[in-house]
């Protein structure tokens, strides 16, 4: 081995000389795009004396730890990876220098100018434990990882390419039908050479395939390239298809050949074979007299008969000892050295994708001739090959794909230059892809190109990325550009620093500390200051709740204090130990693996899948990276937000990770359009972009108190319990800028100086979230303050509503207040304060209703009726409303207090407390009675008149006349109106002719309106006339001894009579005083035939009691009574100062009922000056009765002599049967 010419434990990070400061590169670039770079090594030293100069890096290789750097110097440098420390989560990978390694060369026989491009490939074997150097056309063999040589001083010299290897295979497990080796594939100038690789290196076979300069393998079937064209080979047999030329201007290649396979095992009857469909199966073998046949699709070919050459060819030993003399012989044409393009055009005729150089000869660039491009080729897929052809390095290139067959299986890729190096990642499940990435899955594929792209400021070096699995109709082609720059101001890459590209044999992987930065769980305080004293808060509180937050403050400070003393303390150190274990967890999902290097200068990095994280929130960078002066500037940053909501609606995500990160990108897009929504500088938001955002707030999850933490005016609402609210880290950040930014405002926000918009985004968000109630991992602290924020919102609006509007029409501030107290709010102590600042007194018994605090419901519910300001009016008849809702309750007490407040406010309503037989609560009459005569004098006649006219119970009849008769002769005794309008009526009545309605029904028609006595004497008269038992002599009593101070001036000094007659008529029946009572009858109320009626019913019961029917037979009075009270009523009438009455009433009366009169006592009473017409009625009806009693009596006569003769007779006839009886 080559003696190390650097120190082994030399930090890469050795500081060069200052004369040569080192070019540190990092990504410009498209942030949005699919890729970035992380460092890998910085600073590489490529010369020993740490000066550089023009060395360069050709060549990169990693595995297993290792990191192995080819240059231009002709030197391999190892470098050993130190993991960062597993405790410090900021550390990184540490490289250091482990070896310098010279790998010997021999001069090439053909090498223009003797060139030594240095260090050309680095090919790695770990399954035997083997790494193959090509340095300056010269292949060398060492041991992995410490690069000792191996195999003695075994060459392979005059190579251009070193490869092959089956990309089929695990590079670190041993095939099963190649145990002792690996097969790889030597680009010589005449041939290539299968060789395997294992504890020799021993030659396998010869392909007659000269100046290759590139080869991909998949199984037997590899992909090379000389210094013009592409075609695939079939290792095993020895075939070939050729396919395109690198260069479309290259018109040396023969049409016909492209696309059929041809025979190259050497026979003299080799040639084309004919192909079938890519389909076809290869045959082993075929007759050796075949010969051309026509290839019936591109790329498809029949495996011919393989001749073993059983003569040994005349070439140069493959594997030569370093001191082996070189062949005398002159080459022959095809070992003529390549042409190799001018190297700033970024082109080489024989060197793979890293950047190599083959033998050969420059090319001017002024020289007319062919045009030499450096091919490409890469295989995305287990069945597929990437190939690059193009016209220029400065015109575009084109990427062609396809199959082991050579047909085309994709979409043509175009490049934006002819790229100088190229690279695949992802796409189908393949060794040679990254790992998995944060977000984003396998299948999508990549082709990332470096080259130099002309902008306005000059060149550019950098790598164009594309999408190579998008077909066509599926998208549209998608082109991202990751720039290098140098890491000072204006510093850019030099032509002669490229850009290189490869992918590694082994990945790395490594963590993404934005992605758990930004979804790490962090403590958030809604609060500027310390989380645990929002003391600011209260201080900017509207002035109509300052003083009960601050008591609310205090309430919660004891509240903590008691929660403090039940439930165990917090253990010390809690939040630091739940922050790391949330990043350890973000960080078991933020991992990535990278197999894609890229160099430039003396920098390494990885190019790593950007995380979808960093994509789209690169995205919503551009909200706020513009220039947002204008009204139309404002607009225009929006778009991105509302882009980046669109991209991600409906996307399912396939990992923990993605799921996390959508929910974080929608949350912080959200919050970024709220705090536009709510700047007042900005252009309005139109209804759709507040939908968007009310519903992308909504259904990303974010704790409303983070919304509302936004809102200084609301921020007293919120309600945080001991551990705080925990958020995504980077939610926390943005929300906290936009606090911290409201310090630098002029003044203070209330509610009430909300914006209307606001207000009702605010009454649509929370409405929203409350329909999350019941969801387990919501806490109670977040409702709480969402149920306060809503209802001081509610509160806010519902003040432009009318005054006494119902909330029963939908969509209404006022419907939603009232929905949301009547179903229940979870920070009931705050919606009470709410309430009363804001003198919502029937909201507050609504929601006092939903706890089923009666006590407080009807409390409150007494201070509106009582005249305290209810602002939204909406109780309406509140009397009317108690009484419904106590008979709804059964707390006895409860009913029978407000029942009585309300009997003394109402009495007829109140009693119906008491009476109403739905109500819950049961009470017995004499307890009612008995309260309510202490309690609520006012209302117990109302409820006699209940239990005696409702209920029927007779028991309080002398009761409830009583307080009639109180009623009556109180108001007679303090009333000349009322005693005038009672001698009135019944002047009036009197003066009524015949026939005449009951007095009844006529003080009923003529009573005033809601008079209270009149209703009253009324009630009084139909309960005496009623068929009652009651003490009527206590009743006279009672009149005559509250009514004799009455003056009266009528001549029977009877003051009680002239005042209640009908009073008077009843008690007069009922003490069987009829002479009393038909004499006022007669001569008081002129009710001629109530006083026939009195007669013929033996009393006045039946005359005063309205509806009443007919009296049962057996109640009917006697004939005896009958003709005693006519004959009372006859002298009655014949009393009567008007003549005409007296002879008219008289007459009807001897006419009508003449047979209860006596003829003689009739014929006594009448004067002698009436005339005969008077009582010729009932003269004649008189004389016509005794002519019939006469008749009668003679007809009764005869019939009794005849009765007697038949007895008689009968007495005879019997005598005679019988016989006479002799007797002894």
């Known amino acids: 081995m080559a003696s190390d010419s650097g120190s082994l434990a030399a930090q890469t990070g050795a500081s060069p000389p200052a004369s040569t400061p080192p070019l540190t590169l990092t990504s410009q670039s498209s942030p949005t795009g699919p890729f970035v770079l ?3 090594l910085h600073d590489v030293p490529l010369s020993e004396d740490g000066s550089n100069g023009d060395i360069k890096i050709n060549c990169v290789e990693y595995s297993d730890g290792n990191l192995y750097v080819g240059t231009t110097a002709s030197e391999l440098l190892h470098f050993f990876r130190i993991p960062p420390d597993a405790n410090d989560p900021s550390s990184t990978d540490t490289f250091i220098l482990a070896s310098r390694l010279c790998p010997p060369f021999s001069q090439a ?73 690996v097969t790889i594939l030597l680009s010589l100038n005449r041939r290539i050479q299968v060789a395997q690789i294992g504890d020799v290196a021993r030659p396998v076979k010869k392909i007659d395939f000269a100046g290759s300069t590139l080869s991909v393998r998949r199984d037997t079937i590899a992909c090379v390239a000389d210094s013009s064209s592409y075609a695939l080979l079939d290792v095993d047999r020895q075939q070939k298809i050729p396919l395109m030329s690198i260069s479309s201007l290259d018109e040396s290649q ?25 389909a076809t199966t290869r045959p082993s073998g075929l007759s050796d007299a075949q010969g051309h046949a026509r290839s019936t699709s591109l790329g498809g070919f029949i495996s011919g008969g393989i001749r073993r050459h059983d003569r040994q060819e005349a070439e140069d030993p493959v594997f030569q000892d370093s001191d082996a003399p070189q062949p005398s012989r002159s080459p022959a044409p095809t070992d003529k050295p390549l042409p190799v393009p001018p190297q700033e055009a970024g082109l080489s005729t024989g060197a793979h994708a890293s950047g190599s150089n083959t033998p050969g000869t420059n090319v001017s660039p002024s020289k007319p001739g062919p045009v030499f491009l450096k091919p490409h080729i890469v295989s995305p897929t287990a069945e597929e090959f990437l190939l690059v052809t193009g016209t220029g390095p400065l015109e575009p290139g084109i990427g062609m794909f396809v199959n082991l067959d050579g047909d085309p299986t994709r979409p043509t890729l175009e490049f934006e230059r002819y790229p100088r190096e190229i690279a695949v990642d992802g796409g189908a499940p393949d060794l040679s892809t990254s790992g998995p990435t944060m977000g984003m899955g396998m299948e999508e594929g990549y082709v990332l190109a470096s080259m130099a792209r002309e902008f306005e400021d000059g060149l550019h070096h950098g790598l164009e990325i594309q999408r190579f699995d998008v077909n066509v109709g599926e998208g549209e082609a998608e082109k991202f550009w990751l720039e290098l720059t140098g890491a000072k101001e204006g510093a850019k890459l030099m032509p002669n620093t490229p850009v290189g590209i490869r992918s590694m044999l082994q990945g790395e992987e490594m963590q993404v500390g934005d992605v758990v930065d930004r979804l790490c769980q962090r403590r958030f305080s809604p609060f500027p200051g310390s989380p645990e004293t929002p003391t600011r808060s209260l201080r900017s509180a509207d002035s109509r709740t300052a003083l009960s937050m601050e008591r609310l403050s205090q309430e919660k400070e004891l509240f903590e204090r008691d929660l403090e003393s039940d439930e165990d303390p ?25 197999r894609l290097a890229v160099w430039a200068g003396a920098d390494i ?17 551009l909200a706020t990276a513009q220039d947002q002066q204008s009204s139309e500037h404002k607009l225009a940053a929006r778009k991105p937000l509302f882009a980046v909501l669109d991209n991600i609606r409906g996307r399912d995500p396939r990992t923990e990770l993605e799921f996390m990160t959508l929910g974080y990108i929608r949350q912080r897009a959200s919050l970024m359009l709220l705090g536009k929504f709510l700047d007042p500088s900005e252009p309005p938001f139109t209804e759709t972009e507040t939908q968007i955002m009310e519903e992308n707030l909504v259904e990303a999850d974010l704790d409303a108190r983070v919304v509302l933490s936004l809102i200084p005016a609301l921020r007293n609402e919120i309600v945080v319990d001991r551990k705080g609210i925990w958020v995504y880290g980077g939610v926390k950040t943005l929300a906290e800028s936009y606090i911290s930014a409201e310090d630098e405002g002029p003044s ?79 920070c009931f102590d705050r919606a009470v304060d709410l309430l009363e600042d804001y003198q919502r007194l029937y909201v507050l018994s609504r929601l006092y209703q939903h706890r089923k605090m009666a006590a407080d419901v009807l409390a409150t519910w007494r201070r509106i009726v009582e005249g305290e300001e209810d602002r939204g009016g909406e109780f309406g008849d509140g009397e009317q409303q108690v009484k419904a809702y106590l008979a709804k309750i059964g707390n006895h007490s409860l009913v029978q207090e407000y029942g009585v407040w309300l009997a003394t406010r109402n009495p007829k309503l109140g009693v119906q407390v008491f009476s109403d037989d739905r109500g819950k609560a049961k009470f017995e009459p004499a307890q009612v009675v008995e309260l309510l005569r202490d309690e609520a004098p006012e209302a117990v006649k109302y409820y006699l008149e209940h239990l005696v006219f409702g209920k029927g119970n007779t028991a309080y009849v002398n009761d409830l006349i009583t307080y009639y008769l109180d009623i009556v002769i109180e108001n007679l005794q303090s009333s000349p109106a009322s005693r005038e309008t009672v001698t009135a009526s019944y002047e009036a009545y009197r003066a009524l002719h015949s026939p005449k309605p009951k007095y009844h029904h006529f003080l009923r028609d003529n009573a005033p309106p809601d008079d209270e006595v009149w209703q009253s004497r009324l009630r009084l008269l139909q309960l005496l006339g009623g068929d009652h038992d009651y003490d009527a002599s206590a009743i006279r009593e009672r009149i005559n001894s509250t009514l004799s101070s009455v003056s009266n001036t009528a001549t029977n000094g009877h003051g009680e009579q002239q005042l209640l007659v009908p009073e008077a008529i009843i008690i007069n029946g009922r003490e069987r005083r009829h002479e009393e009572a038909l004499s006022l009858l007669v001569h008081r109320l002129g009710d001629y035939d109530m006083a026939v009626t009195y007669c013929l019913r033996g009393g006045p019961s039946l005359s005063f009691a309205p509806g009443s029917g007919p009296r049962r037979q057996n109640s009917l009075p006697t004939r005896e009574l009958q003709t005693r009270l006519f004959r009372v009523l006859l002298s009655e009438f014949m009393r009567l100062e008007d003549i005409s009455d007296r002879v008219e009433q008289s007459g009807a009366l001897l006419e009508r009922f003449g047979g209860w009169f006596d003829v003689l ?63 002894e």
Request: neutral net charge; contains cysteine.
């Open 748 to 826: 203070t926000q209330t509610v009430g100086s909300l914006p209307p918009a606001v207000l009702h985004f605010l009454r649509r968000f929370l409405s929203s979230w409350r329909k999350k109630k019941g969801f387990g991992s919501i806490s109670g602290e977040i409702f709480r303050t969402v149920d306060a924020s809503l209802l001081l919102v509610l509160l806010e609006l519902d003040q432009s509503t009318p005054r006494g509007q119902q909330g029963k029409t939908t969509g209404t501030v006022r419907k939603e207040l009232w929905d949301l107290v009547d179903h229940g709010v979870d």
């Open 109 to 181: 026989s053909s090498s223009p100018n003797g060139s030594r491009p240095g260090v050309q490939q680095i090919l790695l074997l770990p399954r035997v434990g083997k790494a193959c150097v090509l340095c300056n056309w010269t292949v060398t063999f060492y041991s992995l990882p410490e690069l000792s040589p191996v195999f003695g001083t075994t060459q392979v010299r005059n190579c251009n390419w070193i490869g092959g290897v089956d990309l089929n295979e695990n590079p670190y497990e041993a095939a099963d039908d190649r145990p002792d080796g």
């Open 605 to 621: 990095w990885w190019a790593v899948r950007n995380s979808l994280l960093s994509q789209l929130e690169s995205s919503l960078s």
């Open 38 to 40: 992380r460092p890998l």
């Open 254 to 278: 023969p049409g016909g050949a492209f696309g059929q396979a041809q025979n190259i095992s050497g026979g003299t009857d080799g040639g084309l074979l004919r192909s079938a469909s890519s």
């Open 570 to 594: 917090l253990p010390a150190g809690w939040e630091s130990k739940r922050n790391k274990e949330g990043e350890d967890f973000v960080r078991s999902l933020a991992k990535t693996t990278s």
């Open 1161 to 1223: 006592e009739v014929l006594e009473i009448i004067p002698d000056s009436w005339s005969v017409d008077v009582a010729a009625g009932f003269l004649m009806a008189a004389l016509r009765r005794l002519a019939v009693e006469r008749h009668e009596s003679m007809m009764a006569k005869s019939l009794s002599i005849g009765e007697n003769l038949r007895v008689r007779y009968d007495l005879i006839v019997k005598a005679e049967e019988k016989g006479p009886v002799v007797e």
